[in-house]
């Protein structure tokens, strides 16, 4: 199995060394950037290739650049007897254009700088236009991770959603938390280790881990809360927001916040 990574970014650098780590063999390290394509080549033992080179044959394409450019890319890239992926969550197979065998292979997580990431638990949704993509991109995928799942378009948008929800705005709550104590000239320390115990114990049950005014139906508390931060209208609309969900949901008889 030759795969062939078109982008040098997070994505293509953990995916990289999970295939790598994996057996598969990397035909080569395809960006528009240089000194990014021969980073990522060098430490994936393998060769680099910029725009205006001859690419190497291989299995599968995996176009790993930003949503806004899977178009651009897949239309530069010559057509081939290959398969040729994606690794969006939100975007159709159909923004590769005319190539054949058309896919996607999205994992559920978020990839960050840093130590490339074992993907062995990480959840891979793949697509597939037709049974030579499905069956190709089943194969990687399972060398990858054990668990595979195939979602139609529709169906991957919702998990993108869904995902965003549970991955991204909880991270961006916590540096909302860690600006407010250190505007207040207060260690943003302090809420880790809360943060640390709440995630393990919210990932074997969010419902059950949930605490807190809201949850508890102490409407003079989120009054107070919010009463604290009228200097920061935003975050405090966002936490009348969530807390009137949360009222919603175990308080329905409760007001909300707003309301307050
Ligand atoms: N990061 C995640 O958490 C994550 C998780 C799952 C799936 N994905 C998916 O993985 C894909 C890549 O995302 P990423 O996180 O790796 O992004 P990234 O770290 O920002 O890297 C983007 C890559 O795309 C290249 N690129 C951007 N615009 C380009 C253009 N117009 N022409 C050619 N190359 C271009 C960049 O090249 P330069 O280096 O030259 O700028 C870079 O190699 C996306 O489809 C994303 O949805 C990401």
New binding site residues.
């Given amino acids: 199995m030759r795969i062939l990574l078109i982008?040098?970014?997070?994505?293509?650098y953990h995916l990289g060394h999970a295939l790598k780590r994996s057996g598969a063999a990397i035909a080569g390290v395809a960006?528009?950037?240089r000194e990014?394509a021969a980073t990522l080549a060098a430490d994936l033992g393998t060769a680099p290739f910029v725009p205006g080179d001859d690419l190497p044959p291989s299995d599968l394409r995996l176009v790993?650049?930003?949503?806004d450019?899977?178009a651009?890319?897949a239309a530069a890239l010559p057509m081939a007897d290959t398969v040729t992926a994606?690794?969006?969550?939100a975007k159709p197979y159909a923004l590769l254009g005319a190539h054949a065998h058309r896919g996607v292979l999205?994992?559920i997580?978020?990839?960050s700088p840093g130590a490339p990431i074992d993907l062995r638990t990480v959840p891979l949704v793949i697509e597939g236009e037709d049974e030579r993509a499905r069956t190709l991109l089943r194969t990687v995928a399972g060398t990858l991770s054990g668990q595979v799942i195939e979602l139609p378009h529709e169906q991957r948008q919702l998990v993108h959603v869904a995902a965003a929800v549970a991955g991204n705005l909880p991270v961006f709550l916590l540096y909302e938390a860690q600006e407010l104590l250190r505007k207040h000239g207060l260690p943003p320390e302090l809420v880790v280790p809360l943060w640390n115990a709440t995630t393990a114990k919210a990932a074997a049950g969010a419902a059950q881990a949930l605490t807190g005014p809201a949850r508890r139906g102490d409407t003079e508390t989120l009054r107070m809360h919010l009463d604290r931060l009228t200097d920061d209208g935003d975050l405090r609309r966002a936490y009348a927001v969530l807390s009137e969900l949360i009222l919603k949901t175990w308080h329905p008889e409760k007001r909300g916040p707003q309301d307050l």
């Fill in positions: 982008g040098t970014g997070r994505a293509a960006g528009r950037n990014h790993a650049v930003s949503d450019a899977i651009d890319v994606h690794l969006s969550g999205w994992p997580q978020s990839l």
